[in-house]
T-cell receptor, first 112, second 116 residues
Framework: GQQLNQSPQSMFIQEGEDVSMNCTSS?????WLWYKQDPGEGPVLLIA?????ELTSNGRLTAQFGITRKDSFLNISASIPSDVGIYFC????????????FGKGTKLSVKP | ETGVTQSPTHLIKTRGQQVTLRCSSQ?????VSWYQQALGQGPQFIFQ???????GRGNFPPRFSGLQFPNYSSELNVNALELDDSALYLC???????????????FGPGTRLLVL
């Protein structure tokens, strides 16, 4: 099935470092969502973006909806051990039909 | 506010059998979507139900079918199970098509299906 291009595939960083990951698509999206998934659990919504250019924060997390509507990034500042997990971007192209298209995920590991 | 719940949490079936997975949507949500997540991959959209009608379907064969009930809970049925059906099945609910944020989806914990 169709997927977004999400990078990097994995990151191994030191506690306290900042993290940046991004997603790109060949088609336009109306909504970008960022999720975190821990092993054996469902994805948990972190940030939702609804308008091109929108910049939204949730604590140490910041995400932006790209101006072209074909990309989005997620930044995590001052990482802590509990940030470990897999981060997924997801996009929705149609407002009235919300089938989300997901990236393959970025696996984040944090070294204390 | 109750979040999305799914049952069972784990299930083991043999090839050729049929399985039914269940989902209760978050309070106030009238739309339910189902996804299949293979190991190491992002979730893949199976279908969505809005007010008891199918409202979109991904690239899955007809042996994947679903239902939504008047209380907005939902079932995913898979017939003639194949080994490749082994995956985490996720249910997500959303507020629905009213408003620009209707497609924001909140996921349940998933059902882990193993087909032997």
């Amino acid at each position: 099935g169709q997927q977004l291009n999400q990078s990097p595939q994995s990151m191994f960083i030191q506690e306290g470092e900042d993290v940046s990951m991004n997603c790109t698509s060949s088609s336009i999206f109306n909504t970008w969502l960022w999720y975190k998934q821990d092993p054996g659990e469902g994805p948990v919504l972190l940030i939702a973006l609804y308008k091109a250019g929108e910049l939204t924060s949730n604590g140490r997390l910041t995400a932006q909806f790209g101006i072209t509507r074909k990309d989005s990034f997620l930044n995590i500042s001052a990482s802590i051990p509990s940030d470990v997990g897999i981060y997924f971007c997801a996009g929705s192209a149609r407002r009235s039909q919300g089938n989300l298209i997901f990236g393959k995920g970025t696996k984040l590991s944090v070294k204390p | 506010e109750t979040g999305v719940t799914q049952s069972p949490t784990h299930l083991i079936k043999t090839r050729g059998q049929q399985v039914t997975l269940r989902c209760s949507s978050q309070s106030g949500h009238n739309t339910v979507s189902w996804y299949q997540q293979a190991l190491g991959q992002g979730p893949q959209f199976i279908f969505q139900y809005y007010r008891e009608e199918e409202n979109g379907r991904g690239n899955f064969p007809p042996r994947f079918s679903g239902l939504q009930f008047p209380n907005y809970s939902s079932e995913l049925n898979v017939n003639a199970l194949e080994l490749d059906d082994s995956a985490l099945y996720l249910c997500a609910s959303s507020p629905g098509t009213s408003g620009t944020r209707g497609e924001t989806q909140y996921f349940g914990p998933g059902t882990r299906l193993l087909v032997l």
